[in-house]
């Protein structure tokens, strides 16, 4: 069983289109977590949850929402998309916001065209 | 400020023994996290270091000095799936304890 797992894995899509990534983990974790990984590898937290509460908001466009409708689960939505949306976003789970170990999803490889 | 400071390249020998080195600057610590990054893959989770001293597991260690905000990563015996990005992050101490990423040295293994 898959223990953080995001769909869709690849999304090409159009300028001005809004999309939704969506993200589960089944570990029990409290925490979780919306990373983007640009073309240049750069790793970059957006937005992180503990028990559905957000702690963590970092400088993205408002067009970027996080919705968590439990603890399980952790969707992106992301509104009138740019070309500069395109790169690889990543949902990841920890036990706590102070855990040792953070658990990153496959992915999801987004190309606005 | 936070910053985070380790080598963009490095290629060693399989069989061979690599120490890759990280420096950094935090608001605060409370840990350290190394991960390996595959192309195209999920960054894995190798290690995690809150207190000084060296952490051995399997073939890979990682040691961490917090007076200098030093860390490195030993990966012996190394293989050919070895090849990867290594990513070094430490993590704040504030309320959401964050981590700040580095941008991560590629290994390269060769035969």
């Known amino acids: 069983d898959t223990a953080v797992s995001q769909t869709p894995k690849y999304l090409v899509t159009q300028m001005g289109n809004d999309k939704s990534i969506k993200c589960e983990q089944n570990?029990?974790?409290?925490?979780m977590y919306w990373y983007k990984q640009d073309s240049k590898k750069f790793l970059k937290i957006m937005f992180s949850?503990?028990?559905?509460?957000?702690?963590i908001n970092e400088t993205v466009p408002n067009r970027f929402s996080p919705k968590s409708p439990d603890k399980a689960h952790l969707n992106l939505h992301i509104n009138s998309l740019e070309l500069g949306d395109s790169a690889v976003y990543f949902c990841?789970?920890?036990?706590?916001?102070?855990?040792?170990?953070?658990?990153f999803g496959e992915g999801s490889w987004l190309t606005v065209v | 400020g936070q910053n985070i400071d380790q080598p963009t390249e490095m290629t060693a020998t399989e069989g061979a023994i690599v120490q890759i080195n990280c420096t950094y600057q935090t608001s605060g610590f409370n840990g350290l996290f190394w991960y390996q990054q595959h192309a195209g893959e999920a960054p894995t989770f190798l290690s995690y270091n809150v207190l000084d001293g060296l952490e051995e597991k399997g073939r890979f260690s990682s040691f961490l000095s917090r007076s200098k905000g030093y860390s490195y990563l030993l990966l012996k015996e190394l293989q050919m799936k070895d090849s990867a990005s290594y990513l070094c992050?430490?993590?704040?101490?504030?309320?959401?304890?964050?981590?700040?990423w580095g941008l991560g040295t590629s290994l390269a293994v060769n035969p």
């Open positions: 949850y503990n028990n559905k509460e957000l702690i």
């Open positions: 990841a789970s920890s036990h706590s916001r102070a855990g040792n170990t953070i658990y």
């Open positions: 992050a430490p993590r704040n101490d504030g309320n959401n304890r964050k981590l700040i």
């Open positions: 570990l029990g974790h409290d925490t």
